[in-house]
């Protein structure tokens, strides 16, 4: 997993609350396994029209917003049926931050385990941001900092101290088993020697 310490960029604003995740990747994109490749059907149904065309109108179809890393979106964003494909789809898509009042917790969790910090932070903090989004400004989000900033404004954030520790250094659910790849060996090599029917 790419490690996550610094970001800057011009943040996208999806005022619309209750986002769930059949909104975020519609059901009849869930039949890959990959992580890769979802990017383009983030949204489905808001970027496209019936005909599979391009609605120019939505956020993330218009520049600079098209390539933001940082989304800021309405609360209880994530709800609606687990599928980890929704945090593939919006990395695949170059989104790296989602900024809410809240999150659905099964989506929120599966952010971390994706490479992709969500950030809570009051209401107020996520729409005054939203008038930087409109302003083409770009904000930098600090994670061993926990700050969100823009110019000499700074926005604290509260965040798992493990959760941080597993984006800034890169390691998914793997990574972290790996870690105790010696301890796992030396269990294996204990049991045979000990129980070798099993």
Not at 69 to 82: E, Q, R, V
Not at 124 to 149: G, P, T
Not at 154 to 178: A, R, S
Request: charged share 30%; with cysteine; hydrophobic share 35%.
């Amino acid at each position: 997993m790419e490690k996550f310490n610094k970001l800057k960029s011009i943040p996208s604003y999806l005022a619309l609350q209750n986002i769930d995740t059949d909104m975020i990747i519609p059901k009849q994109f869930l039949k890959t396994i990959k992580r890769t490749g979802l990017g383009k059907s983030l949204f489905y149904e808001m970027r496209y029209d019936e005909n599979g065309k391009i609605i120019k109108d939505f956020i993330l179809n218009k520049k600079p917003y098209n390539e933001s890393k940082i989304l800021l979106a309405g609360k209880n964003f994530g709800c609606g049926s687990s599928r980890e494909h929704a945090p593939w789809a919006l990395s695949d898509f170059g989104i790296k931050c989602i900024i809410s009042s809240s999150f659905a917790d099964i989506f929120y969790n599966n952010c971390f385990k994706n490479g992709i910090l969500p950030i809570k932070t009051d209401e107020e903090n996520v729409i005054e941001l939203s008038n930087y989004a409109k302003r083409h400004e770009e904000i930098h989000i600090n994670l061993e900092k926990q700050e969100i900033s823009h110019g000499n404004k700074v926005i604290k954030f509260e965040i798992d101290e493990f959760k941080k520790k597993c984006l800034i250094n890169g390691l998914d659910d793997i990574d972290l088993t790996m870690e105790k790849i010696n301890q796992i060996d030396n269990y294996e090599k204990k049991i045979n020697k000990n129980k070798p029917w099993i």
